[in-house]
C-alpha cells in the first residue's frame, strides 16, 4: 500500500478531511465506514484521498476494498485510531475515511435523467437522516431522481450519505433550487407535482402516478403550507387508522413511491 504516515493533528490532509466533514469545503464529499466507502468507489466517485486507521489496515478481510481505494485515490494516509478519532463523523469510528469527488448536482445534469420522470422533491426537510432514508427509498423504487430544495437539509452530509447507503451516489440529485423553481421546472417539462398533505381529501392511490410525476415532500412537523400546496397540482393523503397523526415522512415516501410503481407496473402490461 502506497502509503503516508499520519501523526500530527497538524496535516494539511487531516485539515481538509475535517473541513469537508464540516461543510466548510464542498468540492468534496466525506465518506465514512469501509461499505460506504466500497459503494462510492462501485458507484464511480474519484476518489482524492483515504484515511486508514493502522488497526483497519492490518485486518485481512478489509485487504482487498483497502487495496483497491488506494490504488485510485490520489493520496493514501495511515493513521492511530486515536487521530482518526479526531477526524470521525462518528462517535465510533469506524476505521476508514474517504474524501471523494462531490457528484453533480446541477439542474441540467439532472433534467438530462428524466425520462418517464418519477422524482421526489424534498421541501425543508431538515433532518439529514430522513434525507437520506428518503433517497434510499427512491433509488429502491425505481425513481428517476430527487430535488432537494434550498431549504433542505445537504443529501450531501455524511448524516445523510449514511442514511442513503450509497444511494445518493447514484441516483440523479439536483440539489438547491427555491420551491418556485422546483415547481415551475416540473410545468415546464409536463410533470405533475402531488403534494403529500394529512388534509387532503384524495387518497395516494387516486393519483394517476403512470404520467411522469414529482412527489412533494415536506417537513413532518408542520407539513407543507397551504400556499405551498396551492402551487402544486394535486395533493394526496395517506388514510391512516388509530390516533396517529401522521408517518415518519420517509416511510410515507415508500408508500407512494411504491404505489407510482405498481400503477406503472400494471400499465405496461
Keep these: 500500500m502506497n502509503a503516508e504516515t499520519i501523526t500530527s493533528r497538524d496535516n494539511s490532509l487531516l485539515k481538509l478531511a475535517r473541513s469537508v466533514r464540516d461543510g466548510k469545503t464542498t468540492d468534496y464529499i466525506f465518506v465514512e465506514g469501509l461499505r460506504l466507502c466500497e459503494e462510492a468507489l462501485r458507484s464511480g466517485l474519484p476518489p482524492e484521498a483515504v484515511i486508514i486507521s493502522e488497526e483497519l489496515a492490518a485486518k485481512e478481510k478489509s485487504a482487498a476494498i483497502i487495496t483497491a481505494l488506494d490504488a485510485a485515490a490520489k493520496r493514501t494516509a495511515l493513521v492511530s485510531e486515536k487521530l482518526l478519532e479526531s477526524v470521525s463523523y462518528t462517535k465510533t469510528p469506524q476505521g476508514i475515511i474517504l474524501l471523494a469527488g462531490h457528484p453533480e448536482t446541477s439542474e441540467q445534469h439532472f433534467a438530462e435523467k428524466q425520462k418517464d420522470a418519477l422524482v421526489v422533491i424534498m421541501h425543508r426537510l431538515n433532518n439529514p437522516v430522513n434525507v437520506g432514508a428518503i433517497l434510499r427509498t427512491a433509488e429502491a423504487a425505481g425513481a428517476t431522481g430527487a430535488i ?58 387516486e393519483i394517476d402516478w403512470t404520467r411522469p410525476s414529482a412527489l412533494i415532500l415536506g417537513p413532518e412537523s408542520n407539513g407543507l403550507s397551504q400556499a405551498e400546496i396551492d402551487e ?22 415508500g408508500i407512494l413511491l411504491y404505489d407510482a410503481v405498481r400503477q406503472r407496473g400494471e400499465a405496461a402490461r
Design 232 to 253: 402544486a397540482d394535486a395533493a394526496v393523503s395517506i388514510p391512516m387508522r388509530g390516533p396517529a397523526e401522521s408517518l415518519n415522512v420517509a416511510v410515507a415516501t
Design 148 to 205: 432537494a430544495t434550498e431549504t433542505t437539509a445537504d443529501p450531501f452530509s455524511p448524516k445523510a450519505l449514511r442514511g442513503a447507503m450509497g444511494s445518493a451516489f447514484r441516483l440523479p440529485v439536483w440539489f438547491g433550487p427555491s420551491y418556485s423553481e422546483a415547481i415551475s421546472w416540473c410545468s415546464r417539462t409536463n410533470i405533475q407535482t402531488v403534494c403529500a398533505d394529512v388534509r387532503a381529501t384524495a387518497s395516494y392511490d
